[in-house]
């Protein structure tokens, strides 16, 4: 019998990388009755508002953004981590528009978000219900009512008096003379007033009236949810990491401890002062990086890649106090907030001597631990190109660690690329520029500095546009250096961005330049197009970006691809020679793939020759697959210096 050996693999790959399916099913969902037409203005609004949608969250899971006639809005339950969250309303976004392809309005609940685009009419007219299959007990039945009502009445409380920011509350009651425990949740968008989120709230759990004897009910409407389970549903709440504490309670023992512990700390200080100001004079006169970022420092993440700091260190570094970073940036005001991504927000800020800045704050929840900062400080400091973000300092302090970058005025090449107003601000001109630039980029990170370094996010959204739309990559914490000939490498931690990813890393953890190329390859052909390759669109009907660009450009159809809003500026031969090497770029064989020197070589069309012909791109997977829960990802955050990746388990 002639039976395929790989098939025997077959359990053991899908027990390997912890994937699930995007996401499930919504628990429910609305279409309206209302419908648009393809060419409409409102399908134009909407498409926008889709795209932009996931870069509108308020730091808290509400996104909100709106276009011309279109509006939508998105809300993540309270203990949803930003990455989660951000990865549940990007599918929202996509299977809405499935199940609802042509409606003017409508709404899809997951479990975790919920997505809704209301154009004013649908209000709290709309609800779902699920029930449990369940029954109370009938000893316990009336205990039950009573206390289930008496949860939801206080929750109800809590989640409308929460503030603009979040209207969350969950909590739970035991039965009385019973081991059963009621879990309860409420939760309100934050657009609301408390009347409102309370008139909401208030209705959702009428609705609970009929379905009182089951163990477990949902009520899910437009602006509000209630959900009571004999179970624990529920995470901690999130919260964004804090820059103070500010804990009021018990100061009656902080009263008698609190000189005890002064004078203890007297007796420390003075003990330890003197110690600490030689030390710092030692490491004053030694530079300003802390011990962990100096020379022979070394941990598991770094052995193996030995490399003098002389190599390309030239720029100067500065080892900033937190204290002038908190009054750059209002103390970390949400006013200076930029976006947020799954290793923490970014801030604006403005020194003392009137310079702009760009401020990482490594979130305490995050998945970028010490190594990545310090693999992030390490690698900036020994790169110096026009092309790549410049890194003034870093501040170290407790738990707090922060990276401080020159500040972009034009934030992020997606904020142009993908909106439907700014995207006719850059021209052929200015992509051709773009483009050659991260190009040169690259080529210095493979080949041009003394260290090789595989970048493995490389993306719209981490690449800085300065004053000039100058193109400079950004986001080093999840960068590798190669040493000496190494040409290839695997992981065990896939980092990166689904649809950037090429397919021997996202689905083998083997990482090389080429993978970088292959993620070059994807950017080209969103810049040619002007649309994201997730949520890619032609003849109005959703495709996969590199098929149809591979399809058209062996057609010889490829003018189709380019973005019709540079129809007027563009270059017919240039459009197509960036397609045809996009499709090099992105080929499934890593050695069929072109080094970045000779990408560059291409698009300066130095390249007498013909362009090679190149084979049909693999079928990507983005839309089919997502992270499993325990692991940690970033965010598409669209404007300053963040590491935006997602981790994987691989083999």
Not at 510 to 535: A, C, P, W
């Amino acid at each position: 019998m002639n039976f395929p050996i790989w098939i025997l693999f077959i359990p053991v790959l899908i027990g390997s990388f912890h994937l699930v399916a995007a996401q499930d099913d919504f628990w429910g969902r609305y279409c309206g009755s209302d419908n648009y037409t393809q060419d409409s203005a409102y399908k134009r609004n909407l498409d926008d508002v889709l795209y932009l949608l996931t870069g509108t969250n308020n730091g808290f899971g509400f996104y909100n953004s709106t276009s011309g006639q279109a509006r939508a809005a998105a809300l993540c339950r309270g203990d949803m981590d930003p990455e989660r969250c951000r990865r549940c309303v990007d599918d929202a976004t996509r299977r809405l528009r499935q199940v609802c392809p042509n409606q003017i309005e409508a709404v899809g609940w997951y479990d975790t978000c919920f997505l809704t685009y209301p154009n004013g009419t649908i209000g709290n007219r709309i609800s779902r219900i699920f029930v449990s299959a369940n029954n109370v007990s009938d000893s316990i039945y009336d205990q039950w009512v009573q206390k289930s009502a008496d949860l939801l009445a206080e929750l109800r409380s809590v989640a409308a008096g929460g503030g603009q920011l979040r209207k969350y509350a969950t909590g739970n009651l035991t039965v009385n003379g019973s081991s059963t425990i009621i879990y309860g949740m409420t939760q309100c968008t934050p657009d609301l007033s408390a009347t409102e989120c309370d008139d909401c709230l208030t209705g959702a759990t009428a609705e609970i009236q009929p379905y009182a004897r089951r163990s477990g009910v949902r009520i899910y409407r437009t602006t509000c949810l209630v959900r009571y389970e004999p179970y624990r549903f529920f995470n901690s709440t999130w919260f964004p990491a804090q820059t103070t504490s500010g804990n009021t309670k018990n100061t009656n023992i902080g009263v008698i401890v609190g000189p005890i512990l002064a004078f203890v700390f007297v007796i420390i200080m003075v003990a330890g002062g003197f110690f600490l100001f030689r030390r710092r004079r030692k490491l004053r006169q030694k530079g300003s990086l802390l011990p962990e970022f100096q020379d022979g420092f070394s941990d598991a993440s770094t052995k193996g890649s030995r490399h003098e700091r002389e190599d390309d260190d030239t720029g100067e570094m500065n080892n900033f106090t937190l204290s002038a970073i908190q009054a750059a940036t209002n103390n970390f005001s949400l006013e200076n907030k930029l976006g947020e991504g799954g290793f923490g927000p970014v801030y604006r800020g403005k020194l003392q001597d009137g310079k702009e800045i760009a401020v990482k704050r490594l979130s305490k929840n995050s998945g970028q631990g010490l190594t990545e900062f310090k693999t992030e400080v390490k690698l900036i400091i020994k790169l110096q190109h026009k092309n790549l973000v410049r890194l003034l300092g870093y501040c170290v302090k407790g738990s707090e660690r922060l990276l401080i970058y020159e500040y972009m005025a034009n934030n992020s090449l997606d904020t142009f690329l993908f909106d439907a107003n700014k995207c006719e601000e850059l021209d052929w001109a200015k992509r051709s520029n773009i483009v050659i630039g991260i190009a040169k980029g690259l080529r210095y990170l493979h080949e041009d500095s003394r260290l090789k370094i595989i970048h493995r996010d490389m993306k719209a959204s981490n690449i800085l546009l300065d004053n000039d739309m100058n193109a400079k990559i950004s986001d080093f914490g999840t960068a590798r250096i190669f040493g000496g000939n190494q040409m290839e490498a695997a992981t065990n931690r896939i980092v990166g961005t689904y649809g950037y990813m090429s397919p021997e890393y996202a689905m083998e953890g083997l990482f090389s330049t080429k993978s970088d190329v292959y993620s070059f390859g994807v950017m080209l052909l969103e810049i040619v197009s002007g649309q994201r390759n997730n949520h890619f669109f032609y003849q109005d009907q959703p495709q996969n970006l590199l098929l149809t660009a591979w399809r058209l450009w062996n057609e010889n159809k490829g003018e189709q691809l380019i973005d019709h809003r540079v129809i007027e500026t563009f270059v017919i031969d240039e459009a197509l020679r960036w397609i045809n090497i996009a499709l090099l770029c992105v080929q499934e064989d890593p050695q069929d793939r072109p080094t970045m020197s000779t990408v560059v070589f291409m698009l300066e069309g130095q390249w007498s020759a013909k362009l090679p012909k190149p084979s049909e791109p693999p079928l990507s997977f983005a839309r089919f697959a997502s992270i499993s829960e325990e692991t940690k990802t970033s965010s598409e955050l669209s404007a300053h210096p963040s590491v935006t990746s997602s981790t994987m388990a691989s083999r």
